[in-house]
C-alpha cells in the first residue's frame, strides 16, 4: 500500500499543478496557443532532438559501461537504452535501473556495477546541472514567489562541489594512506562491501572530467532545444536568457516531485520565461498561455517518442530481461 501511494502521488501533485495552471488561462486562449503550433517544424525539431540526445546518450553510456561494468557494444546499448525509454515514460529512475537489470541478466554483469555506473552518470549530470545554475545565479537575481533562489543556490550549489569532492576523496582513498585506520568502522566496512559503489572507488580524475565533458554537449542542447518548440509557435526566447534560467529549472524539477518534471517544469517555464518572450504571436495569445501550451506538446511529444523508441527496441527481447526481481536482493 505504501509503495504503490509513493508511485501515485507523484503523478496526483503533478496534476495539481497542471490544473492550476490551465485554470489560470481562458480556454480560447489554450485553443489559440495550440493552433499557432507549426506542426511541421515542431514535430522535425522533436525528432531531431530526440536522436541527438538519445545519440549523446548513448556514447556516454557506453564509455562508462566498458570502462566499469562490461565490454559492451554501441549497438547493444542502443538497443538496450532504447528499450528502457518505455519504462522511464512512467518513472525515470526505473528506466535508469532497468539498464542495469538488462545486462545483469542477459550478460551476467553484477548488478552492483551496472547499477553503481548509472549511479556515477547520474551525480556528473547532476554536478553539471548545478554548474550551469551556479553561473546563472552568479549574473542574475532570481526571486519565485518571494523564494530568493539566487541567495539559496549560492549556498547549496557550493555546497554540493565540497561534498561530491569529499565524496570522491573518500573513494580514492579509504584503506589508504590517512584514510586506512577508517576501513576498520564498522559504518565505512557496510559501504565498501557494497558494490554498487564499486564505480566511484575505481573512478579516477580523468573519468570525472571525461564524462563530465561527454554529458556537456548533451545538457547544451537540452537547455537550448526548448526555443525550438516556442519557434513552431510564433515566438522566441531571449537565447542568453533561456541558457541562465534552463539550469535552474532543470535542477529544480531534478527532485523526484513530479515525474520527469511534469507541471513543476510547466509552472517554472511560465513564471521565468514570461517577461522573456517575443514574437508574432504574442498579438493573440499571452505569453503564459503560449509557454504553457508549448511547453507541454513539447514533453508529450518527448514522451511519445521515447514510447515509440522503446517499443521497437524492445520487439525480440525478454521483457522480464528489465523487470526488477529477487535478483535486487544480492547488492
Same mark, same amino acid.
Given at each position: 500500500?505504501?509503495?504503490?501511494?509513493?508511485?501515485?502521488?507523484?503523478?496526483?501533485?503533478?496534476?495539481?499543478?497542471?490544473?492550476?495552471?490551465? $485554470?489560470?488561462? /481562458?480556454?480560447?486562449?489554450?485553443?489559440?496557443?495550440? $493552433?499557432?503550433?507549426?506542426?511541421?517544424?515542431?514535430?522535425?525539431? #522533436?525528432?531531431?532532438?530526440?536522436?541527438?540526445?538519445?545519440?549523446?546518450?548513448?556514447? $556516454?553510456?557506453?564509455?562508462?559501461?566498458?570502462?566499469?561494468?562490461?565490454?559492451? $557494444?554501441?549497438?547493444?546499448?542502443?538497443?538496450?537504452?532504447?528499450?528502457?525509454?518505455?519504462?522511464?515514460?512512467?518513472?525515470?529512475?526505473?528506466?535508469?535501473?532497468?539498464?542495469?537489470?538488462?545486462?545483469?541478466?542477459?550478460?551476467?554483469?553484477?548488478?552492483?556495477?551496472?547499477?553503481?555506473?548509472?549511479?556515477?552518470?547520474?551525480?556528473?549530470?547532476?554536478?553539471?546541472?548545478?554548474?550551469?545554475?551556479?553561473?546563472?545565479?552568479?549574473?542574475?537575481?532570481?526571486?519565485?514567489?518571494?523564494?530568493?533562489?539566487?541567495?539559496?543556490?549560492?549556498?547549496?550549489?557550493?555546497?554540493?562541489?565540497?561534498?561530491?569532492?569529499?565524496?570522491?576523496?573518500?573513494?580514492?582513498?579509504?584503506?589508504?594512506?590517512?584514510?586506512?585506520? /577508517?576501513?576498520?568502522?564498522?559504518?565505512?566496512?557496510?559501504?565498501?562491501?557494497?558494490?554498487?559503489?564499486?564505480?566511484?572507488?575505481?573512478?579516477?580524475?580523468?573519468?570525472?572530467?571525461?564524462?563530465?565533458?561527454?554529458?556537456?554537449?548533451?545538457?547544451?542542447?537540452?537547455?537550448?532545444?526548448?526555443? #525550438?518548440?516556442?519557434?513552431?509557435?510564433?515566438?522566441?526566447?531571449?537565447?542568453?536568457?533561456?541558457?541562465?534560467?534552463?539550469?535552474?529549472?532543470?535542477?529544480?524539477?531534478?527532485?523526484?516531485?513530479?515525474?520527469?518534471?511534469?507541471?513543476?517544469?510547466?509552472?517554472?517555464?511560465?513564471?521565468?520565461?514570461?517577461?522573456?518572450?517575443?514574437?508574432?504571436?504574442?498579438?493573440?495569445?499571452?505569453?503564459?498561455?503560449?509557454?504553457?501550451?508549448?511547453?507541454?506538446?513539447?514533453?508529450?511529444?518527448?514522451?511519445?517518442?521515447?514510447?515509440?523508441?522503446?517499443?521497437?527496441?524492445?520487439?525480440?527481447?525478454?521483457?522480464?530481461?528489465?523487470?526488477?526481481?529477487?535478483?535486487?536482493?544480492?547488492?
Amino acid at each position: 500500500m505504501a509503495r504503490r501511494l509513493k508511485s501515485i502521488l507523484p503523478w496526483l501533485l503533478a496534476l495539481l499543478v497542471l490544473g492550476y495552471l490551465l $485554470s489560470q488561462n /481562458h480556454p480560447r486562449d489554450l485553443i489559440n496557443g495550440l $493552433s499557432q503550433t507549426d506542426l511541421w517544424i515542431f514535430s522535425t525539431a #522533436a525528432i531531431f532532438y530526440f536522436l541527438i540526445v538519445y545519440g549523446l546518450d548513448v556514447w $556516454s553510456l557506453h564509455l562508462v559501461f566498458n570502462r566499469f561494468v562490461l565490454p559492451t $557494444s554501441a549497438a547493444e546499448l542502443v538497443r538496450a537504452r532504447g528499450a528502457t525509454y518505455l519504462l522511464s515514460i512512467l518513472n525515470f529512475n526505473a528506466g535508469q535501473g532497468a539498464l542495469a537489470i538488462y545486462f545483469h541478466k542477459t550478460r551476467g554483469a553484477p548488478l552492483a556495477k551496472g547499477l553503481g555506473a548509472i549511479l556515477f552518470m547520474s551525480a556528473i549530470d547532476l554536478l553539471l546541472v548545478a554548474t550551469c545554475a551556479l553561473l546563472a545565479l552568479s549574473f542574475l537575481s532570481v526571486n519565485l514567489r518571494g523564494i530568493n533562489l539566487s541567495a539559496w543556490g549560492r549556498i547549496a550549489i557550493p555546497l554540493l562541489y565540497l561534498g561530491y569532492a569529499l565524496w570522491s576523496y573518500f573513494w580514492r582513498h579509504i584503506g589508504r594512506g590517512t584514510l586506512e585506520q /577508517h576501513a576498520k568502522n564498522r559504518f565505512v566496512r557496510w559501504f565498501l562491501a557494497h558494490g554498487v559503489f564499486h564505480t566511484f572507488r575505481e573512478a579516477r580524475v580523468r573519468d570525472h572530467v571525461t564524462v563530465f565533458l561527454m554529458r556537456a554537449p548533451l545538457l547544451a542542447i537540452v537547455l537550448g532545444a526548448y526555443n #525550438a518548440a516556442i519557434y513552431a509557435s510564433g515566438a522566441l526566447i531571449n537565447w542568453t536568457v533561456l541558457y541562465l534560467y534552463n539550469p535552474i529549472i532543470m535542477l529544480i524539477t531534478a527532485l523526484p516531485l513530479t515525474p520527469a518534471g511534469l507541471g513543476t517544469g510547466q509552472a517554472l517555464t511560465v513564471e521565468l520565461f514570461r517577461h522573456s518572450l517575443t514574437g508574432p504571436a504574442l498579438a493573440t495569445v499571452p505569453a503564459d498561455t503560449l509557454l504553457l501550451t508549448s511547453s507541454l506538446i513539447w514533453f508529450l511529444a518527448n514522451q511519445i517518442l521515447k514510447g515509440i523508441t522503446g517499443a521497437i527496441c524492445l520487439r525480440g527481447l525478454s521483457k522480464n530481461a528489465f523487470t526488477e526481481d529477487s535478483t535486487l536482493n544480492k547488492i
